[in-house]
């Protein structure tokens, strides 16, 4: 059986269960306990729990949890209460790993809502171990190339075979799918590891520079070459040298990369002299090199000799089971960067993060995943009606919360707000009332205490 949502620890019997209902009634699942040793046998590592525990108790006391519960998973969100709170108290829980700090007699709007909060935490740390389990963590190629689809885990196994074979690569894809990121895993993951990985965009290098950046040059090899410069084929001898946007090399260009990819020599600008290099080629490209040839815009010979293993990467869309894995991966990395935790995503959010086309692929996503941390994307609002109007159906969790607001709505307007008579009308107590009236949102002066 899984462990309880929510564990309250307190050795005073009436206020656990003043916090026991208040938190029971807004839904949670919850579990009681007296002491912090009896909560303490209730987790594990893989609970999906929220503690909630007073700070001065005899035995255990809240501090001595906080250590224990950290211990066991120092991801477990801890929520400490106490009737003596001061600045220093509350200081040295954050400092100790608090998830948050409640002042006793807790308000039960403020005490559901962080309880709320540190809930999701919990979901979605939970999940994301989920996910990456089911991709098996310890594979090193999974935390490179996210996801669980068949399309990129036939990918991370033909990069996997490749990895130590040194053979030259090309990767083919579509803008933003990641093909720098599979490149700099053939090599990180492969024999050439100890070697330098040197990254070059062919199409960001001014045409009348490109053959100096990629051969290197002597001193007075043209005007303003004041001295020797080593190109990128010769830095990257022992490593990779990737070759991303080979496409739009120049002719002049692809010319001498043929020579050297054949023979592994090259000459500087300006020099005579042959130097043999050690390099293995991962090329990349958005074209069909082979259709690009026979219109003229690439050299067919040097297609043939790139084109000795080529590698697919997959859009999104061919993948659109992976999104919600990815997005939630890109959030996390988003939110440890600025110093947050990542928010919780609903179902709705995922569906249509997964129903979109995304043409700018893996990269158009993560950019979302940081735009929506910082709340600068529109789309990212008002969920809940864009998932209505949108026609996804509810959960019943969700269709019984509906009814029951609806039918608590309905009983005060009809008993003109009273609480009382209304209470007696549904059948429940005039504390279960508010407290309900508070979740939905249901308050203001239309209700009246009789």
Not at 114 to 126: D, K, M, N, P, Q
């Amino acid at each position: 059986m899984s462990a309880p949502k929510v564990i309250l620890v307190d050795d005073d019997a009436e206020v656990l269960e003043a916090w026991r209902l208040t938190l029971e009634l807004d839904g949670f699942e919850v579990a009681a306990r007296r002491s912090g040793d009896a909560a303490l046998a209730l987790l594990n590592r893989d609970s999906a729990a929220v503690i909630v525990s007073d700070v001065r108790m005899p035995g255990r006391d809240g501090f001595g949890l906080l250590s224990a519960v950290t211990a066991i998973d120092s991801e477990i969100p801890v929520v400490l209460i106490t009737g003596h709170a001061d600045v220093p108290m509350a200081v040295k829980a954050i400092r100790d790993g608090a998830w948050d700090f409640v002042e006793k007699p807790a308000d039960p709007v403020l005490l559901i809502e962080t309880v709320r909060r540190a809930s999701e935490y919990r979901r979605l740390i939970i999940e994301n171990r989920a996910l990456r389990a089911g991709v098996a963590p310890e594979d090193p190629w999974a935390a490179r190339l996210v996801g669980n689809s068949p399309a990129i885990a036939k990918l991370r196994g033909r990069l996997a075979l490749l990895a130590d074979a040194d053979t030259d690569v090309l990767l083919f894809g579509e803008t933003g799918t990641g093909k720098e990121v599979a490149a700099r895993a053939l090599h990180d993951l492969g024999q050439r590891r100890a070697g330098r990985f040197v990254a070059v965009n062919c199409g960001a290098i001014p045409e009348t520079m490109i053959e100096s950046e990629l051969f290197g040059h002597e001193a007075g090899a043209f005007t303003g070459a004041r001295e020797r410069r080593i190109g990128k084929i010769e830095h990257a001898s022992g490593g990779t040298l990737f070759l991303d946007e080979i496409e739009s090399m120049p002719m002049a260009a692809q010319v001498r990369l043929l020579r050297a990819l054949q023979e592994r020599r090259i000459e500087r600008l300006g020099s005579n002299r042959e130097i043999a290099v050690d390099i293995r080629i991962v090329a990349a490209t958005k074209a069909d090199l082979a259709a690009l040839a026979k219109t003229g815009g690439f050299r067919e010979d040097l297609v043939y000799r790139l084109n000795v293993v080529t590698l697919r990467l997959p859009p999104l869309r061919d993948r659109r089971e992976d999104i919600p894995m990815l997005f939630r991966h890109f959030l996390t990395l988003a939110a440890a960067r600025v110093g947050r935790s990542a928010p919780p995503l609903g179902r709705d959010l995922l569906q249509r993060l997964s129903r979109q086309d995304w043409p700018g692929n893996v990269r158009e996503l993560r950019n979302a995943a940081e735009r929506s941390l910082l709340g600068m994307d529109e789309d990212f609002e008002d969920l809940d009606t864009a998932a209505t109007a949108s026609g996804i159906e509810r959960t019943l969790e969700e269709e019984v919360a509906l009814a029951e607001a609806e039918a608590i709505g309905a009983a005060l307007k009809r008993h003109g707000g009273r609480i009382g008579v209304t209470a007696g009308a549904l059948g429940i107590t005039r504390k279960t009332l508010y407290l309900k009236m508070r979740r939905y949102g249901l308050g203001g002066s239309a209700a009246l205490a009789d």
